[in-house]
């Protein structure tokens, strides 16, 4: 991976990017293979990062919580301080269960992601019932939000698959759409798409969509 790529995917993740540098990255992903799985090791190595700072950060406040402990011992242990030791206490617990909280949420978001990956990929469509298709017929446009739908990132795929079904009456993007909210939480944003017409009278997308609600 040369430095220059590296410099690039870091701008295009912290939003440093200016408009012309940003689709020039979005069109790399799609075509460069390689590009795109150093792509996919920056997030993971990031997502370690974070794990790795949060599990540090536990580490300093279980340590507060020992010395607080240790220099309060003999003061807590006094019968008439016996109220402030029972609010020192339910203060010690709101600490720790919110560490606790903060340390375990980067591994939730990643367990959804796990759970989910072969409804993922039965999701997919563009890529088996448009194999027999030239990917030269799909506009860059469509190729950009197909493929950062099958990469997950569904927060930038939303706006581009919207803009698909609004302006070209892409059913392909309007079904992606529908998958990229249900994927994301959305449940009611999902079953309104979903329950469209448009969708649900095509066997191809009845199947699909059938598959994501039965879960």
């Not at 295009?12 to 792509?39: C, H, I, N, P, T």
């Not at 997502?47 to 599990?55: D, K, P, T």
């Not at 003061?75 to 375990?104: E, M, V």
């Amino acid at each position: 991976m040369e430095i220059r790529d590296i410099d690039w995917m870091d701008a295009y993740m912290r939003g440093a990017l200016d408009e012309a540098s940003r689709k020039e990255f979005e069109e790399k992903l799609v075509s460069d293979q390689a590009f795109r799985e150093q792509w996919q090791f920056m997030q993971s190595m990031q997502q370690a990062v974070r794990i790795a700072a949060l599990q540090e950060k536990m580490e300093m406040l279980k340590k507060a919580d020992e010395e607080s402990l240790k220099k309060k011992e003999s003061y807590l242990t006094t019968p008439k301080n016996i109220w402030q030791w029972l609010i020192l206490i339910l203060l010690i617990a709101g600490i720790t269960a919110a560490a606790y909280f903060i340390l375990k949420s980067p591994v939730k978001i990643q367990e959804p992601m796990a759970a989910r990956s072969d409804l993922m990929e039965q999701s997919i469509i563009h890529k088996t019932v448009r194999s027999a298709e030239s990917e030269n017929n799909l506009t860059v446009e469509q190729r950009i939000a197909y493929d950062l739908y099958v990469l997950q990132e569904f927060e930038d795929a939303i706006p581009r698959l919207e803009q698909l079904w609004e302006n070209q009456s892409d059913t392909l993007a309007y079904f992606y759409l529908g998958a990229s909210y249900f994927f994301t939480g959305r449940r009611d944003k999902a079953g309104r798409i979903f329950a469209d017409p448009i969708l649900t009278q095509d066997s191809i997308y009845a199947e699909k969509i059938r598959l994501l609600m039965d879960k």
